[in-house]
């Protein structure tokens, strides 16, 4: 229950750097450590939305009250999806093809979360 309550914290303060950085800064100005760093923030405010519903999923449909470890990884390899998505549309080469390859990686990632941890 304790890694709820961090995981929240760390995602609020996430999404408010995420929202500073993006009211301040223009991507020009910013510099390839502050692309890392807006990136970064994605990620962790992705990982936070996708642990809470995968959480209240767990409820309703299987009766759970605690999250498994196991749970955290599929959150985190889940999370990563609107990060590669966010990636190929800076290269400019969002279509169905791309979309299918990072579906099919998502879902070979948490086949391998799935069979490992």
Same mark, same amino acid.
Request: charged share 10%.
């Given at each position: 229950?304790?890694?709820?309550?961090i995981i929240y914290i760390i995602s609020i303060v996430g999404l408010a750097a995420l929202l500073l950085m993006l009211n301040i800064t223009s991507p020009?100005?910013?510099?390839?450590?502050? +692309? %890392?760093? *807006?990136?970064?923030t994605v990620y962790i405010v992705t990982f936070g939305?996708? !642990?809470i519903l995968l959480q209240s999923f767990s409820r309703i449909a299987f009766k759970k009250t605690s999250q498994r470890p196991k749970d955290y990884l599929y959150s985190? +390899? %889940?999370? *990563?999806g609107p990060i590669m998505l966010l990636m190929a549309r800076s290269f400019g !080469?969002?279509?169905?093809?791309t979309i299918s390859l990072i579906?099919?990686?998502i879902i070979l990632a948490e086949f391998l979360v799935m069979k490992r941890a």
């Amino acid at each position: 229950m304790k890694h709820n309550r961090i995981i929240y914290i760390i995602s609020i303060v996430g999404l408010a750097a995420l929202l500073l950085m993006l009211n301040i800064t223009s991507p020009t100005e910013i510099g390839p450590f502050g +692309v %890392l760093l *807006f990136f970064t923030t994605v990620y962790i405010v992705t990982f936070g939305i996708t !642990a809470i519903l995968l959480q209240s999923f767990s409820r309703i449909a299987f009766k759970k009250t605690s999250q498994r470890p196991k749970d955290y990884l599929y959150s985190a +390899v %889940l999370a *990563f999806g609107p990060i590669m998505l966010l990636m190929a549309r800076s290269f400019g !080469a969002i279509n169905l093809w791309t979309i299918s390859l990072i579906v099919f990686f998502i879902i070979l990632a948490e086949f391998l979360v799935m069979k490992r941890a």
